[in-house]
């Protein structure tokens, strides 16, 4: 007697549970190696996905384990593909007798046929146009106050330094940078940007007026 054998009533329940939680397109199948290969089939679940049935054999994977050229590793997530070619994503789990010798296995075959195809579409729908790999950083928001808190977050990462570790020169490039964004077009925005950075509004001044004598040298 086998392993399957053996425990055919839990290894069919452990099936069974398998294939009712993933649905119709998840083959589940007991495979007894111990009986002729023609027929090592002695319980399968959702078998249209194969087209197999109990009493069937087993594949050449299973034959080339039993031969020995292959190691009998459990293998999970590869993919296959049926003579009239669905997809499949399938898992083999193996038994073995005390000796170590396979005698059984467990096989789950996946049917992602609609799954790719809904991913090829999606590709396509998602794809950038002109083959543009890199996003536009687009701040979607509310209003206008959460517009400019996350400007000057934005502006404060891009030095890569804590806001509070901030030279003079680092600050001076962030009202540059903001105010090449369009930042100060906002009413209030000098205020706001002040308060973030700890500084005066005076400041904020100095700052975008160094900024722009900088700007017109270079």
Same mark, same amino acid.
């Not at 292959?70 to 590793?73: C, D, G, S, T």
């Given at each position: 007697m086998g392993y399957v054998s053996d425990n055919l009533n839990l290894l069919s329940d452990?099936?069974?549970c398998i294939a009712m939680q993933f649905g119709e397109n998840c083959e589940v199948v007991l495979h007894d190696l111990t009986l002729p290969y &023609?027929?090592?089939i002695v319980a399968i679940w959702n078998g249209h996905v *194969?087209?197999?049935k109990v009493g069937d054999g087993g594949t050449n994977a299973g034959l080339e384990i039993l031969k020995g050229s292959?190691?009998?590793?459990d293998q999970y997530g590869y993919i296959n593909t049926t003579p009239n070619g669905k997809i499949l994503r399938s898992s083999s789990k193996y038994?073995?007798?005390?000796?170590?010798?396979?005698?059984?296995?467990?096989?789950? &075959?996946?049917?992602?046929?609609?799954?790719?195809?809904?991913?090829? *579409?999606?590709?396509?729908?998602l794809q950038e146009p002109g083959g543009q790999t890199e996003r536009a950083k687009e701040f979607f928001v509310g209003n206008i106050d959460e517009l400019l808190e996350q400007m000057m977050q934005e502006a404060v990462l891009a030095t890569g330094k804590d806001i509070k570790r901030l030279t003079k020169e680092e600050k001076v490039a962030i009202v540059q940078m903001l105010d090449q964004k369009g930042f100060f077009l906002?009413?209030?925005s000098a205020e706001k940007l002040a308060h973030h950075l700890g500084l005066s509004r005076y400041s904020i001044y100095n700052y975008l007026n160094e900024a722009n004598a900088n700007g017109e040298e270079a």
């Open positions: 452990i099936a069974r &023609n027929k090592t *194969t087209g197999r292959v190691a009998p590793n038994f073995r007798d005390e000796y170590g010798k396979v005698n059984g296995s467990m096989c789950i &075959n996946l049917d992602i046929t609609d799954l790719v195809k809904c991913e090829k *579409t999606l590709s396509v729908l906002i009413k209030k």
